[in-house]
């Protein structure tokens, strides 16, 4: 059981470059985001979903797309990618209980640096 | 949502208990209390969740005063091991986001 599975792990980008990072989860989980964690800060919150073919905005949305065409899988995309995008990016997935969601867990990352 | 305010670093020596108090005080009715650990290059891992008294599990306890304007997470002797940093976070039931401050970065001393 593999859990939260991000690709790739670690990525250079040139600016204006696009990019798209996959997250897979296989424990039939509803609920999946994206999380972005600069330096020394908390995480914050791009995009999540609620179910498959649903997507919605958390709180630093710009620059980013998303889309969850399966289930089990949680696209991340870059059209053009900035400095300032210049990240460590963690995906999440969690169950969807009778008093809301539950069970959060995280990937290991994935390492982005845009020169 | 309700805002959490928490030490930004503590040192503590091995062996010793470790107790890191989250400030919450515009918590609402419906909202609960849940604790993260985040080790370096990795991602937040689930530690503990409650909503009020006293919770405890395998790995730490959580004492959550009657007023829940506060709550106290507790690490029994803790090791080098238990070095990572340590999130409070306020969220409301049925709410599917998690909103991340800066934490608590704990470094253990031998």
């Known amino acids: 059981n593999a859990g939260v599975t991000q690709t790739p792990k670690f990525r250079v980008l040139k600016t204006g470059q696009s990019m798209t990072l996959l997250c897979a989860q296989d424990?039939?989980?509803?609920?999946m985001y994206w999380y972005r964690q600069d330096p020394g800060m908390g995480l914050r919150l791009i995009h999540y979903?609620?179910?498959?073919?649903?997507?919605a905005k958390g709180e630093v949305p710009d620059g980013y797309n998303v889309s969850r065409l399966k289930k089990q899988n949680f696209l991340l995309g870059l059209e053009s990618a900035a400095p300032s995008q210049t990240s460590v990016y963690f995906c999440?997935?969690?169950?969807?209980?009778?008093?809301?969601?539950?069970?959060?867990?995280f990937g290991s990352g994935t390492r982005l640096t845009v020169v | 949502l309700a805002k959490t305010t928490q030490p930004i670093s503590m040192d503590s020596y091995e062996g010793q208990e470790v107790n890191i108090t989250c400030s919450h005080n515009?918590?609402?009715?419906?909202?609960?209390i849940t604790w993260y650990q985040q080790f370096p290059s990795q991602g937040p891992r689930f530690i503990i969740q409650?909503?009020?008294t006293k919770v405890t599990n395998e790995v730490a306890s959580l004492f959550i005063p009657a007023d829940r304007k506060s709550s106290t997470l507790s690490l029994p002797r803790v090791s080098l091991s238990d070095t990572a940093v340590y999130y409070c976070?306020?969220?409301?039931?049925?709410?599917?986001?998690?909103?991340f401050g800066t934490g608590t970065r704990l470094t253990i001393i031998p």
């Open positions: 999440a997935s969690c169950a969807a209980g009778a008093s809301g969601p539950y069970g959060y867990t």
């Open positions: 424990m039939n989980h509803e609920y």
């Open positions: 979903s609620v179910g498959e073919g649903t997507t």
């Open positions: 515009n918590i609402a009715t419906n909202d609960y």
């Open positions: 409650g909503y009020k």
């Open positions: 976070l306020v969220v409301p039931f049925g709410n599917e986001k998690l909103t």
